[in-house]
């Protein structure tokens, strides 16, 4: 078998939140949110991460991040660029917003040698969730069999605003559909999403399954992610030119619905962390602060983690 690969979605500036969310310090020691899924990836047994910048970050986040991590994983480094499309298309004018997340996993599809994990730089996605995809990558499975890391709604959402989650639909532990919610809020223990820029609102029930983007694939499904980019640009360019976005979980959604996959729901009841406002950081850091005291994570995370060092580009 292949080695399981981490591949961690860092091209995003965080507009909402401000700046560039992923290097900002989240504790005494200086470690950034992208360095607790770093190390809690490497207890699972991850040795391989791709990460996916821009060129425009490339620097900083190098300096902040990218370098200290080539001590500890074999690093590659892919960039997700507007410009990066199929034969046949351009950037339509005025266009600024990104493509999305399955456009970042077809970036990255050449730097992918085997079962993969993805997952947002800038969410903290907690212990067990990645080591249970981990196990998952880790044993035998079929090109078509994947999984995904299934959170509690309650689990996931902000006192700051609203955010965007993947609503799931599961049967005997399988994923059915998976439902993109651009606009959801908290609502005490449940939640509520709008579709009309919150002009109205439907409840959603705090024990629901959502997904936070961190997905297992089977090397095989990379050629769905690029293969699939013409026939979305084709069908959305003329609808909406300069913010349709490939989100990644149209991918798995196809695979269900043709018959030619299956997903399977990683139940977990870690709780979510993340950085979608400012107000959002203070939290953030007396989650850890409070995860530290209960010896989940030491000071220094990386004190103790024996170096390796190697680098790629692709």
Known sequence: MKEPVLVIMAAGMGSRFGGLKQIIPVDEAGHKIIDFS??????????????????????????AVGDRMENFFEVRYVYQEI???PAGFSVPEGRVKPWGTAHAIACAS?????????????????????????????APHAGNEHAMVGYLLRNTVTENGYVSRG???????YLTQVVERLRVEKRGDDAAYSEDGGESWIDLPGDMVVSMNLWGFQQELLGEFTGRFPAFLKENLEKNPLKCEYFLPLIPNAQIQEGKGTVRVLPT???WHGMTYPEDLEDLKEAIGEMKKA????????????????????
């Open 38 to 63: 770093l190390y809690d990836a490497w207890r699972a047994g991850f040795r391989k991460v791709v990460f996916i910048i821009k060129r425009a970050i490339e620097a900083d986040f190098k300096a």
């Open 83 to 85: 410009d990066r499309l």
């Open 110 to 138: 050449e730097a992918i040698d085997g079962p993969f994990a993805v997952l947002n730089a800038d969410d903290y996605y907690g212990v067990t969730s990645l080591q249970a995809i981990y196990d998952f990558l880790s």
């Open 167 to 173: 609503v799931c639909s599961i049967r005997d532990g």
């Open 269 to 271: 009841r870690d709780v």
């Open 295 to 314: 010896g989940i994570y030491p000071r220094e995370l990386w004190k103790d983690v024996p170096s390796i060092g190697k680098k790629e580009e692709a």
